[in-house]
């Protein structure tokens, strides 16, 4: 990366993020190749078509697929920066124990095609000290580099970790917008990184190490997991009291220093409700309010289960809409979805009854396979469905004028429609979430 000179990138894991950031790096004018081992990701891309739903991506990807100047591959290839962006899950353990074995395996390929003067970032929200290990891994495979922090002469590789903030349905934008934290094994990895960095980042990038940039990601995620968890254990102690949720959280939010989130059917996607546990499980004793903050979210789900299970009870026969499957508004991404588990759930219950209304799904989850539900759209459900279940605020429901559903027993989870009767005595009963 001397001069003017474009590096060359090597982007590992084309999903949800590492696609948007192959784009943005494309545009900058740097030669990418994207790498997925799944032959449909890559072949899609390839004809300058996107695989996910993201706001102005599929414009961008067909501009610098047709400029040549990014393309995807299932092989490794050399390159100067490597950046890695694949999952990293949780083992369904019990112990919630962080899985890193796709960074690792990331590594290992880079690790075959590395050459003096290459830049290695990792993307992936990761447990602390992933990096160093991922440095570790890479010194064992090519023991004829010098890497940093295994040498008291200049490394031949740069190693940094640089975690993404970004909003489904934002991304690009905040790729491109927001401040980076970009923590380097040694200063110089850092300055190193920042060097790439500029080359597509207007917002602010600060370096610092390795390990404070990986806990600063946990730690994002983990103030935002606990401030919702706040606002669903609320609610669900409003309707252990027979109040409203919203109303509460609605004259609270007057004070002038107290903004309480909204509570909903759980905490979903792949980071808030997935990031705390890799601060729990490298700090079990201290991290008590963390682990509380992921055990009411998740109980929240529960809760709503439980909640939506009786409603149906309580109206035999009726046909149900479980409205929403996605982990947030305006996305198509299931991931970690309380919506989608909740859903799930009652579609095994109550089979056939339940209809399902997902504008971002063209099909319903393999969970759902042999359970009689069906996916329908927004105008079939409340023209035949006499329960509705909000479990996604999503817009096109938002807009869902009272004359539409006045006859429907909703249950509430997003308060999307307070002007519903709270009276169980009146048609267009709502619950409260």
Same mark, same amino acid.
């Given at each position: 990366m001397q001069g003017d000179t474009k590096p060359t990138v090597c982007v590992i894991g084309l999903g949800y993020i590492g696609l948007p950031t192959a784009?943005?790096?494309?545009?900058?004018?740097?030669?990418?190749? !994207?790498?997925?081992?799944?032959?449909?990701?890559?072949?899609?891309i390839n004809r300058g078509e996107i695989h996910i739903e993201e706001v102005d991506l599929d414009g961008l990807v067909r501009g610098v697929v047709q400029r040549g100047l990014l393309r995807a591959s299932t092989q490794i290839v050399p390159a100067d920066v490597f950046v890695i962006a694949v999952p990293t899950?949780?083992?369904?353990? !019990?112990?919630?124990?962080?899985?890193?074995?796709?960074v690792m395996a990331a590594a290992t390929e880079v690790a075959g095609v590395l050459k003096k003067g290459d830049c290695v970032i990792l993307e992936s929200t990761s447990p602390v000290g992933t990096t160093e290990a991922?440095?570790?891994?890479?010194?064992?495979?090519?023991?004829?580099?010098k890497l940093p922090g295994k040498t008291t002469d200049t490394p031949d590789v740069a190693i940094s970790y640089c975690p993404e903030r970004v909003l489904p349905g934002r991304?690009?934008?905040?790729?491109?917008?927001?401040?980076?934290?970009?923590?380097?094994?040694?200063?110089?990895?850092?300055? +190193?990184?920042?060097?790439?960095?500029k080359l597509f980042v207007r917002g602010t990038c600060v370096t610092t190490d390795a390990r404070s940039a990986e806990m600063t990601k946990l730690v994002e995620n983990s103030f935002r997991d606990v401030n919702i968890a706040f606002a669903n254990e609320l609610s669900m102690i409003a309707d252990t009291m027979g109040l409203d949720v919203w109303e509460v959280i609605r004259l609270a939010n007057r004070h002038p220093r107290v903004n309480i989130l909204q509570p909903g059917p759980g905490v979903g996607g792949h980071c808030i409700a997935v990031d705390p546990w890799f601060i729990v499980h490298g700090a079990p004793e201290q991290s008590r309010i963390i682990r509380a903050a992921r055990e009411i979210n998740d109980a929240k789900m529960h809760h709503v289960l439980a909640r939506a299970t009786a409603l149906i009870e309580a109206n035999p026969g009726v046909p149900v809409a479980c409205m929403g499957l996605a982990f947030k508004a305006n996305i198509d991404d299931f991931r970690e979805s309380p919506a989608r588990y909740v859903a799930a759930s009652l579609a095994r219950e109550f089979g056939e009854r339940v209809n399902v209304v997902e504008p971002?799904?063209?099909?319903?989850? +393999?969970?759902?396979?042999?359970? !009689?539900?069906?996916?329908?759209?927004?105008?079939?459900?409340?023209?035949t469905c006499g329960v509705l279940i909000?479990?996604?605020?999503?817009?096109?429901?938002r807009v869902?004028?009272?004359?539409?559903r006045a006859s429907a027993?909703?249950?509430?989870?997003?308060?999307?429609?307070?002007d519903s009767s709270m009276e169980p005595s009146k048609p267009g009963l709502r619950l409260a979430s």
């Open positions: 784009a943005i790096i494309a545009r900058a004018n740097c030669r990418v190749t !994207g790498i997925d081992v799944s032959d449909h990701v890559v072949d899609t899950p949780f083992a369904k353990d !019990g112990q919630h124990t962080p899985d890193v074995s796709y991922m440095r570790d891994l890479i010194a064992g495979l090519r023991p004829d580099l991304i690009l934008e905040e790729l491109t917008h927001n401040d980076r934290s970009i923590g380097g094994i040694t200063p110089r990895c850092a300055r +190193k990184a920042l060097a790439f960095y971002y799904a063209t099909a319903l989850p +393999k969970e759902f396979d042999g359970t !009689g539900a069906e996916l329908v759209d927004l105008d079939t459900a409340l023209e909000v479990l996604v605020d999503h817009d096109v429901f869902v004028p009272l004359e539409e027993v909703v249950y509430d989870t997003r308060g999307i429609w307070p």
